[in-house]
C-alpha cells in the first residue's frame, strides 16, 4: 500500500498494490500493521459502516465531537463519489479548509480521514457503495454537521443541479456556528 499526504498532510489517500489476470484481482484492503505505519501512529477501528446510494445524493458534513471522535478510512466498493474532508480543528493551520478526492470501485483508493474532520461526499455514478471503517462508536448525541453548501468553506462539489440530500443534513448549522474541536 502507498500512502499520500494530502494538501491537509493529516488526511492520506491509501493506493493499495493490486495483482490482476484474467481471473480477475486480488488486494489487500486492509493491514492493521501498514496502516499504523502510514498513519504514523496505532489506530483502532471499532465499527465498519457500509452505504448505498443513487447519483446526486449528498451526504454530510458529519462528525462526531469528544469524547466520541471518529476517524474514517473511506473505501468505495460500488460506483464512484467524491469524497471531502473539512479541518473542523480550530488552531490548525489548514482549519477551515478541504481535500477532496475521487473515490471508486475501480481506482480502490481509500482516504483516511482522522477525528478533527467533518466527511462528506457526493455520488457522481447511478449508484455508489461506500464501507468505512470507523474509530470509535456511532454516539447520536455528539453528532453534528455542517451545510454541504457554506458559503465560507466553498467546497466545489461535482454536482449537476441540486443534490439529494436528507432532511438532517438540510438543516445542519453553518461552519461559523458549528462546534468544532479545540485543538
Known sequence: MKAYALSIPAVLLLEPRVFEDERGFFYESYNQQVFDEAVGEPVTFVQDNHSRSVKGTLRGLHYQLPPHPQGKLVRVTLGE????????RRGSPTFGQWVGETLSAGNRRQLWIPSGFAHGFVVTTDV??????CTDFYAPDYERSIRWDDADLDIDWPLDGDPLISA????????????????
Open 128 to 133: 455508489a457503495e461506500l464501507q468505512y471503517k
Open 81 to 88: 463519489v467524491f469524497d471531502v474532508a473539512v479541518d473542523i
Open 168 to 183: 438532517k443534513d438540510a438543516q445542519a448549522e453553518i461552519f461559523r456556528n458549528a462546534k468544532v474541536f479545540n485543538s
